[in-house]
C-alpha cells in the first residue's frame, strides 16, 4: 500500500479536529429539569482521605434518593481540601484537623459540620496473643522506642494471662503526612507524661519503625511482619482482618476499639460553639480512648443558590439517613445530640 | 597500490577462532544475552502480573458501565475513565504537536545556532527531566485557581507541557535527518524557505514525526499526578472538557488502589490493564507508521 505523506497528515488532522469537535459538543445540560423540591447539578468536594469510605458510600446511597444531584468527594487530603476551599474550587471541603491560620481559609467564611467519627486501632502481628490490653503510659513506651521487646515487663503487667515471647517490636507507621497519625500522636502528647515525640502530621520514630503508605500501606506492614504494632483506622484493620489491643481509656478501663466505644466517646467529648470537640481519651468507661473526629466545611456564603441548595441537601442527608450508613462503612455515627447542634448550624448557616 | 577486492570473501562465522578468542567470544554472548534476559523479566512480570489480576475485571459492562461510587461495590464500569482519558490526552495532543513541531520547525530550519535556539534547546531538554508534578502544580496555579474551577481542560494543558519538551526534542531529531539535498533542489526550482518546509521537509520528516508525538501521547496518557490536582474526580461520561471535573484512568487506579476493599483493588487492576493496553495500541500505532513510512524506504 502506497500513501501519500500528505494524505495522512491530512487525516490524522481531520481526524484529532473532529475528535474535539464531538468533545466540546456534549455536555452542559444536566441544569434543567430539577424533578420537584429536590435540587440538581453536580456539587464538588474534595478533603480528607480519612472519611473517604463513608463518603463514598454515602454518596452512592444518595444518588439512588436525588439522582439530579451528582456529588463527588475526591480524597486529597485534609490539607489539600482545606487550600481547595480557601480558593472557592470546591463546594464543601473534608477536614479530620480544625482550620489553622495558615490553611488559607478566612476565618468566618465557613462551618464546620461533623459527620462521623471513628476508632484508631492499635493493631499487632503476635501469633497465638489475641485480646492484649496495653495502657497508655505503655503504649507511648512502645511507640517511642523505649520498650523493644514483646515480653517487656511493662506490657506484662496489664496482661498476667497472655504468654508473651521474647519478639523484637517493629513500629508500623505512616510515611506520608496523615490526619491518623496527627489524632494518635495527639492522643498520646495529651493522655501520657512520657511522651516525648510530640504531635503533627508526620513525627520522628524512632528506629524500629517500619512505614508504609496511607492506612492499607501500614496494615500491609503489620500483616507481613511478626511483633509489628502499628495504628490503622478500623476500616482497614477490618478489611485486612488485623488483631487490635485494648486501650486503657481516660477512667482507667481497657476498652477494644469498636463503633459504639467511639460513639461513647463523642457522647463525652465536650463540644465548643463552632461544633469542634476532641473526643481524643474523652471521659466515660465505654469510650474507645483513640478516636478521631472529622468534619465538613461548608460555606457561610454560597455564589450560586443552586449550589447552596444542593449542599444544603446532601449535607443534611449525610446527617440524618446517612448515619444509618456509618456502622457498614466502619465509622461510629454521631450521638444523638450531637446530631441535633449539627442540623441546627447547618440550618442557620444555609438558610431556605 | 594493494587492491581490496579478493577472490573468496572472509570467513566471519568464527570457526577458525582460537579456543581462547572461542570461548570469550561465547561467554560474551552468553552474558549479553543473560543481560536481555534480566531486563525483559521484570516487564514480562508486571504484564503478567497486570493480566491475571486485571483481566477478570473486563467485561462489556467495564467499558461502557459508569464508575461505581462506592469503593465496596462490586461490579464493572469504567467508561467515563476511559473516555476521559481519550479526549484528555487527545486535546493535549492537539495543543503540543502543533506547537511543538512548529517550535521543532524553527528550531531547525531558522534558528540552527542562534543563541535563542540553543536557549529553547536546553530549556526543552532540562524540562523532559521536570517531574509531571511540578507541571500540574503549574496549571494548577496559573489556569485552575485563576477560573476557580477544576476541569477536563486543565488536565490538558497539564499534560501538554509534559508533551511539548518531548515533541520538540524527538520532532527536531526527525527534521534533522531529511537530507540537505532536498531543501536545496526545492530552492532550485524556485521554492521559498516556508514552501520547501511546508512541502518538501515536513512530508519527509512525517513519519518520525508522527511516531514521536504518539510516544508522546503514550506517556502523557499514564501521568497521575498532575491529572490529580488539577482535573478532580467524576463518576458519569463527561465528553466535554470545559464543564465540571473529570477523570482519567491513571487518576481511578491511584483512587481505587489505595483501598483496601476486594472491589476496588479489582477496579484498579482493570484500569491499570486497560491503560496498559491503551498505551499498547498507541506503541504499535507508532511503530507502523515508523516503519512503514520510514525515510530510507523512499
Known amino acids: ?352 | 597500490m594493494t587492491s581490496l577486492t579478493t577472490s573468496t570473501p572472509p570467513d566471519l562465522s568464527g570457526r577458525n577462532l582460537s579456543k581462547r578468542r572461542a570461548f570469550a567470544n561465547r561467554t560474551a554472548t552468553l552474558a549479553i544475552g543473560l543481560c536481555v534476559l534480566v531486563a525483559a523479566l521484570p516487564l514480562v512480570l508486571v504484564a503478567w502480573e497486570v493480566l491475571s489480576r486485571g483481566s477478570s475485571a473486563m467485561s462489556l459492562d467495564w467499558f461502557t458501565e459508569e464508575i461505581p461510587r462506592n469503593y465496596r461495590t462490586e461490579g464493572p464500569g469504567m467508561g467515563p475513565a476511559i473516555l476521559s482519558t481519550l479526549t484528555i490526552t487527545g486535546m493535549a495532543a492537539l495543543i503540543a504537536v502543533p506547537i511543538g513541531v512548529f517550535g521543532a520547525v524553527y528550531l531547525n530550519e531558522y534558528g540552527k545556532n542562534k543563541p535563542l535556539a540553543k536557549f529553547i534547546r536546553t530549556m526543552a531538554d532540562v524540562m523532559t527531566g521536570v517531574p509531571s508534578i511540578v507541571m500540574g502544580l503549574f496549571i494548577y496555579v496559573a489556569y485552575v485557581v485563576v477560573i476557580g474551577e477544576k476541569l477536563g481542560f486543565a488536565g490538558a494543558l497539564a499534560l501538554a507541557c509534559l508533551m511539548l519538551p518531548i515533541v520538540i526534542r524527538s520532532a527536531e531529531e526527525m527534521l534533522r535527518l531529511v537530507p540537505d539535498e532536498l531543501r536545496q533542489a526545492s530552492a532550485g526550482l524556485g521554492a521559498r524557505k516556508w514552501r520547501t518546509t511546508m512541502t518538501v521537509v515536513l512530508p519527509t520528516a512525517s513519519s518520525g514525526i508522527t511516531s514521536g508525538a504518539l510516544l508522546a501521547v503514550a506517556r502523557a496518557a499514564g501521568e497521575t499526578a498532575p491529572i490529580i490536582v488539577t482535573v478532580g474526580l467524576t463518576y458519569i461520561y463527561k465528553p466535554d472538557l470545559f464543564y465540571g471535573e473529570n477523570t482519567t484512568l491513571a487518576a481511578q487506579i491511584y483512587r481505587n488502589a489505595t483501598q483496601p476493599f476486594d472491589a476496588s483493588q479489582e477496579r484498579a487492576w482493570g484500569a491499570a490493564l486497560t491503560l496498559i493496553a491503551i498505551v499498547f495500541l498507541f506503541t504499535i500505532l507508532s511503530r507502523i507508521i515508523a516503519s512503514r513510512f520510514a525515510i530510507d524506504k523512499r
Open chain 1, 1 to 352: 500500500m502506497k500513501l501519500n505523506r500528505r494524505t495522512i497528515f491530512g487525516t490524522l488532522t481531520a481526524g484529532a479536529l473532529a475528535m474535539s469537535m464531538a468533545a466540546c459538543g456534549g455536555g452542559g445540560s444536566d441544569d434543567e429539569g430539577g424533578s420537584g423540591d429536590l435540587a440538581s447539578g453536580e456539587l464538588n468536594a474534595s478533603g480528607a482521605s480519612f472519611p473517604d469510605a463513608f463518603y463514598a458510600t454515602a454518596i452512592e446511597a444518595y444518588a439512588e434518593v436525588n439522582p439530579d444531584l451528582m456529588v463527588t468527594y475526591n480524597a486529597t487530603g485534609s490539607g489539600t481540601g482545606k487550600s481547595e476551599f480557601g480558593e472557592g474550587l470546591n463546594d464543601f471541603a473534608g477536614t479530620d484537623s480544625l482550620v489553622g491560620d495558615d490553611d488559607g481559609v478566612e476565618a468566618g467564611s465557613f462551618q464546620y459540620i461533623p459527620t462521623v467519627a471513628a476508632p484508631i486501632t492499635v493493631s499487632y502481628n503476635l501469633p497465638g496473643v489475641d485480646g492484649l490490653q496495653i495502657d497508655q503510659e505503655t503504649l507511648a513506651g512502645i511507640f517511642q522506642g523505649d520498650i523493644t521487646a514483646w515480653n517487656d515487663p511493662a506490657i506484662a503487667a496489664a496482661n498476667p494471662e497472655a504468654t508473651l515471647p521474647d519478639t523484637a517490636i517493629t513500629l508500623a507507621v505512616r510515611s506520608d503526612g496523615s490526619g491518623t497519625t496527627t489524632n494518635f500522636s495527639k492522643f498520646l502528647d495529651e493522655a501520657t507524661e512520657a511522651w516525648t515525640l510530640g504531635s503533627g502530621d508526620t513525627i520522628e520514630w524512632p528506629g524500629n519503625a517500619v512505614a508504609g503508605e496511607k492506612n492499607t500501606g501500614v496494615a500491609q506492614v503489620i500483616q507481613d511482619t511478626e511483633g509489628a504494632i502499628g495504628y490503622v483506622d478500623l476500616a482497614d484493620a477490618n478489611e485486612v482482618g488485623l488483631v487490635t489491643a485494648a486501650v486503657e481509656n481516660a477512667d482507667g478501663a481497657f476498652v477494644a476499639p469498636s463503633l459504639e466505644g467511639a460513639t461513647a466517646a463523642l457522647d463525652g467529648a465536650v463540644v465548643e460553639d463552632d461544633l469542634s470537640y476532641n473526643p481524643l481519651n474523652a471521659a466515660g468507661a465505654e469510650a474507645y480512648p483513640i478516636t478521631a473526629p472529622t468534619y465538613l466545611l461548608i460555606r457561610t456564603e454560597y455564589e450560586d443558590a443552586d449550589i447552596a441548595a444542593g449542599v444544603k441537601e446532601f449535607v443534611e442527608y449525610l446527617l440524618t439517613d446517612g448515619q444509618e450508613l456509618a456502622a457498614e462503612a466502619d465509622f461510629a455515627a454521631l450521638p444523638a445530640g450531637l446530631q441535633e447542634q449539627a442540623l441546627e448550624a447547618l440550618n442557620s448557616t444555609i438558610a431556605d
